[in-house]
């Protein structure tokens, strides 16, 4: 698919190159075809992002309980449309415009500023792409709460959470980082995500779960963990495989430019990378559940796939494919043990969110000065606290 996309713009580009008046060959401007391109890689990233909304539709209602099925598909449809309204009205321009090196950006309704084709002239990719790139990010960050919190909260106070989270808590801390703020003149680094959108998904889980408690019967009063198995492991088994192949988006199109050689380069280093340690994080909790429990744990190996993938959005560039692998096999195995942990605590996260992505994003992030030496160990960890004890506050008020 994707191959056939890039032959038909490539045939569109040539059209500068036609003989003007049958004898005259045009020459192609470097930078329009650099600003399509660009544009092409955050359209094409965005669509596969927004296809995630499908695999946290499917992993969840595969998780649940038949009878909470039709509430997990009205939620995953709910919270992706009022993400997308709040990022448009506050979330954009608070988490890009203005921030500065400072700790938010401005409150007002976000627009392109394109009135004609050349108010492009001079710009890496369309401002409309951009938006939507950012934006079903957003809408991932509200999935990660939806499927933890599943079974006992009611529809409207869930999105009523999600409103807040997508217009202000989400776009604030993003701002730290991505819209050029504080942390970012630290030196913070997270590629395409662990922290500012798994952990802070993560933490905002917690907070709900802590508060709402557990389902009724999860937890028996002499301390055991019953099992409350899911409606179709078929099911949540396409969700995994769903996110999966979104990933490539979420993680691809971060490098933000395909217009050159490198850029090309580096975005097919990052799918493979992205792509082998999900592998790793599938392999890693399928061999330990087995030499630990007898058996294979399909709940670790569906969440190790998702918590190798959390684990290398922090940094998808730098590692080789061996590094990948690693760093993704360490993320399940540490979502697995989350997972263990939880039950042990009596936090009930239905899905195994939690742990898959605020376990495995502060680990992702965690580790990145690993393969990235232009990176410090403490400015990653100071990252971290301010993204968890801001999300934990701001989340600890809203569902209060």
């Not at 990010?137 to 807040?164: H, K, Q, Y």
Request: net charge negative.
């Amino acid at each position: 698919m994707l191959k056939y996309i890039l032959s038909f713009v490539v045939s569109l580009l040539a059209t500068n190159f036609a003989l003007a008046d049958g004898h005259e060959a045009a020459i192609a401007d470097p930078a329009e075809i650099s600003f399509v391109f660009n544009t092409l890689l955050f359209c094409i990233g965005g669509f596969l992002v927004m296809w995630m909304a499908a695999g946290f539709t499917m992993l969840e209602a595969g998780l649940v309980r038949g009878k909470n099925t039709v509430v997990i598909c009205i939620k995953n449809l709910g919270l992706f449309s009022i993400a997308g309204v709040a990022y448009y009205l506050i979330g954009y321009n608070l988490m890009y415009a203005g921030v500065d090196g400072g700790y938010f950006g401005s409150i007002s309704i976000w627009s392109s500023g394109v009135g004609s084709d050349s108010d492009l002239v001079g710009q890496a990719y369309s401002p409309a792409s951009d938006w939507f790139f950012q934006m079903v990010f957003v809408a991932t960050t509200a999935s990660i709460v939806s499927g933890a919190l599943a079974e006992r909260i009611l529809i409207w106070p869930f999105f009523a959470f999600i409103v807040v989270l997508t217009a202000i808590l989400y776009p604030i801390s993003g701002s730290w980082q991505w819209g050029g703020g504080w942390l970012s003149e630290m030196g913070f680094s997270d590629f395409a995500g662990s922290t500012i959108v798994h952990s802070v998904g993560g933490w905002a889980a917690l907070v709900g779960a802590l508060i709402l408690g557990a389902r009724n019967g999860k937890f028996g009063k002499d301390g055991t963990t019953n099992v409350m198995p899911g409606s179709s492991i078929p099911m949540a088994t396409l969700g995994v495989w769903i996110l999966w192949l979104g990933w490539f988006g979420f993680n691809g199109a971060s490098q933000l430019a395909l217009g050159t050689y490198g850029d090309a380069n580096a975005v097919a280093t990052i799918f493979a990378n992205t792509c082998m340690a999900a592998a790793g994080g599938v392999i890693a909790p399928m061999i330990l559940s087995r030499l630990m429990d007898g058996k294979t744990d399909i709940g670790a190996t569906l969440n190790g796939a998702i918590a190798g993938l959390v684990s290398i959005t922090a940094e998808p560039l730098t590692p080789t494919i061996g590094e990948a692998i690693i760093i993704g096999g360490a993320g399940g195995i540490i979502c697995m043990f989350g997972m263990k942990l939880l039950d042990k605590l009596k936090i009930d996260d239905v899905v195994g969110a939690i742990p898959a992505h605020l376990f495995a994003g502060i680990w992702g992030t965690l580790i990145v000065p690993f393969t990235n030496p232009d990176t410090s160990y403490g400015i990653q960890i100071i990252g971290i606290l301010a993204f968890g004890v801001f999300t934990v506050i701001g989340s600890t008020i809203v569902w209060m």
